[in-house]
């Protein structure tokens, strides 16, 4: 289905007579094919009158290239499926070309006498580059649950949805031929994928409603299908179940702040990732604002309370999470963990569920029995400038883009707009105001300060080289501002322009169109000789960290 066509069976003149790559007009190039007999001195002052035309027009018009008037319309879905392709396809050749390197990390323990099933080879052939760093720690909660108290740093709901599918898969005849673990991983890269694509289309929403501009929308999620965490968008890791989760809390947000169907998305939000609870800051925020923009003392009261009852049934689930970690790890108790992980926490000095001693899990006598501040400091390091050393130089440069990006544009954007982000955004705009201010403008000041502050958490407190996958799951900002780059400047508009009309007169027809609803438009970001300096920095950066990305994690290189 397409959208923005111009009805009408024939061109108006005003329409056809439009600059076509070369800066002359389609009828004036006709004109002088059909008139090359007439005097020199008339084909002169055409030729002169068509020089003044260009002389009013930009010096970087003269430099775009010929259009052909083809377009290159993709939907979604299969671009979110061709992106993910790509990767398996690039880490199944990586980790067939290159030698696996001895991380010295965790890697779950397996049961040697297990019996081999047909399909274990082939699986592990084909997505075996997927399985690497905390996948493996994904997958041992899936099959065995939360056995060693280090694993706690990893939230529930996506290694306990592939649980439940594996589990009811096993009692059909699939599990005959697929060990539970390689069943595991497929499911993982599968479930990803599906993530993937809602979370591509969330996204085209939610940048439709803030951008006000389908193409920076498509722009946007095009960069998503490609960003430098790509790679963590399909091996078993919770990005791309989290995106598409955190896309929908947003862009439910501005719908309807109200709705009780907001605390599913949110909910398993929080139960995906630690950093879920930012959201909640998105349902404050938009609460808020609905009470200052309708003020009257009935409304206050029905928010309120619709917003508090949200709260509860949100935290309720993030309590019954934090009482089952609690019930584990706090208690002596026999647990029935098979005979291999139960070595492997011998020889590893592994905490065990249900092994409470006087040393072990300090954090259960806490006044609140948190377990996730203590895993993350005593088992990962996590703590204000613990990463501050010099032997992690490599880590920072390898998130110095991200953080660049964010900072400098997030800054720009707060100096260009200080008095409505000092006023948060809450109050109404004069109509002066409302009319200098782009949509955009008006809806980022959330997003801009959620990016900051995680940005600034991440280079205070956790390791530094995770700030990169963590903004390009958790925030639609880093897409905006780059889709900003490729949209912003006059140059390419007026190549889309051309290209449209070229299109139009090629057809000879008016009602040709350059958007298709639910559809990527690829060609203007084909066209990678006529960007500047800037736009192809950005394409080599997101391409870039894409393939190095994939090749480097299949191999357990280090990487974001």
């Given amino acids: 289905m397409r959208s923005e066509c111009h009805n009408g069976g024939t061109s108006s003149p005003k329409r056809r007579m439009h600059v076509v790559g070369n800066g002359k007009s389609h009828q004036q190039h006709q004109h002088h094919h059909r008139q090359h007999h007439h005097h020199s001195s008339q084909h002169a002052r055409a030729e002169a009158m068509s020089q003044d035309r260009n002389a009013d027009l930009p010096p970087t018009m003269a430099e775009l290239p010929p259009s052909s008037g083809s377009f290159l319309h993709i939907s979604i879905t299969k671009l979110a499926i061709g992106s993910r392709l790509f990767v398996i396809v690039l880490q199944l050749v990586a980790n067939l070309l290159l030698p696996d390197h001895d991380a010295g990390v965790f890697i779950a323990p397996h049961d040697k006498d297990a019996p081999e099933r047909p399909l274990d080879a082939l699986v592990r ?55 539970y673990r390689e069943l595991s991983l497929l499911l993982a890269v599968l479930f990803n994928v599906v993530c993937f694509i809602g979370a591509a289309k969330a996204l085209y929403r939610l940048s439709k409603h803030v951008l006000g501009s389908q ?50 998305p949110l909910s398993l939000s929080i139960l995906c990732r630690s950093n879920g609870m930012f959201n909640i800051g998105f349902v404050l925020f938009f609460a808020v604002r609905r009470i200052t923009a309708q003020y009257n003392f009935h409304n206050v009261i029905c928010i309120c309370s619709r917003l508090f009852s949200m ?21 002596v108790q026999k647990f029935n963990f098979p005979d291999h992980v139960r070595e492997y926490a011998a020889e590893h000095g592994l905490v065990l569920a249900g092994n409470k001693s006087d040393d072990s899990s300090p954090w259960c006598t806490n006044l609140l029995p948190l377990s996730y501040s203590y895993v993350q400091s005593h088992y990962w390091n996590v703590g204000f400038l613990r990463y501050y050393e010099l032997k992690q130089l490599p880590n920072f ?33 004069t109509k002066k105001q409302h009319k200098l201010m782009r949509p955009y403008d008006r809806f980022a000041l959330v997003f801009v300060v959620h990016a900051l502050a995680l940005t600034i958490f ?9 700030t990169t996958r963590l903004l390009c799951a958790a925030s639609p900002v880093l897409y905006w501002y780059t889709a900003e780059y490729f949209t912003g400047e006059r140059t390419f508009i007026r190549r889309q322009v051309i290209r449209k009309l070229s299109k139009q007169v090629k057809d000879g027809e008016e009602n040709s169109c ?40 299949s191999n357990f290189y280090p990487w974001t």
């Fill in 397 to 429: 440069l390898l998130a110095l883009p991200a953080i660049y990006l964010t900072l400098s544009n997030s800054y720009q954007y707060l100096c260009d707009h200080w008095d409505y982000a000092v006023r948060l955004g809450l109050f109404r705009l």
């Fill in 215 to 264: 193409k920076k929308a498509e722009i946007a999620v095009l960069l998503f299908c490609f960003n430098p965490a790509s790679i963590f968008f399909t091996a078993p890791y919770t990005e791309s179940l989290y995106a598409w989760l955190s896309f929908v809390v947003m862009y439910q947000c501005m719908e309807d702040v109200t709705s009780i169907f907001l605390t599913i």
């Fill in 514 to 553: 350059t958007h298709v609803l639910n559809h990527i438009e690829l060609s203007d970001l084909l066209d990678f000789r006529w960007m500047n300096g800037r736009q192809q920095a950005i394409l080599v950066y997101f391409f870039g960290y894409t393939v190095v990305g994939t090749v480097l994690f």
């Fill in 125 to 179: 052939f084909t997505l075996g580059g997927l399985n690497r760093w905390d996948g493996q720690y994904f997958l041992h909660i899936a099959e065995h649950g939360y056995t060693y108290e280090n694993a706690l740093a990893f939230f529930p709901l996506f290694p306990f949805i592939l649980k439940i599918v594996s589990s009811a898969l096993s009692s059909y005849e699939v599990v005959t031929f697929v060990s």
């Fill in 311 to 331: 709260l509860i049934i949100v935290l309720f689930h993030y309590g019954i999470a934090q009482v089952y970690n609690y019930y584990l790890f706090c208690f």
């Fill in 458 to 466: 991440s280079l205070l407190f956790v390791h530094v080289q995770v």
